[in-house]
Nanobody, 126 residues
Framework: VQLQTSGGGLVQAGDSLRLSCAAS????????MGWFRQAPGKEREFVAA????????YYVDSVKGRFAISRDNVKNTVYLQVNSLKPEDTAIYYC????????????????????WGQGTLVTVSS
């Protein structure tokens, strides 16, 4: 199973990016998906999650209103639209997949996710 993460880059504060996470070797249609990020010297933190059918979404407070998670089960891909970026959003962003029931019960818990992507770096300059 591979979760191929892409879409990161170097941007200025206020800019937007769309991160993608394409799954191969596994149909993620029945999985809940999440995005986490890890800034230099900090622990990996939860950013957003989405249930298997997109009916439920979850966000950490610091990104509510700026980030949007979505999925396309036909393309086996999950997205994270990141808008109004701030320097404090600088991090490596990882996508992850887990059983829908486990993830939606506690989406911020890293242990609920089984598969992880390699990460994509987002750098926001001020």
């Amino acid at each position: 199973v591979q979760l191929q993460t892409s879409g990161g880059g170097l941007v200025q504060a206020g800019d937007s990016l769309r991160l993608s996470c394409a799954a191969s070797g596994r149909n993620i249609m029945s999985d809940a998906m999440g995005w986490f990020r890890q800034a230099p010297g900090k622990e990996r933190e939860f950013v957003a999650a989405i249930s298997w059918n997109g009916g439920m979404t979850y966000y950490v407070d610091s990104v509510k209103g700026r980030f949007a998670i979505s999925r396309d089960n036909v393309k086996n891909t999950v997205y994270l639209q990141v808008n109004s970026l701030k320097p404090e959003d600088t991090a490596i962003y990882y996508c992850a997949a887990g059983l829908n029931g486990a993830v939606t019960a506690s989406p911020e818990d890293r242990k609920k996710y089984v598969y992880w992507g390699q990460g994509t770096l987002v750098t926001v300059s001020s």
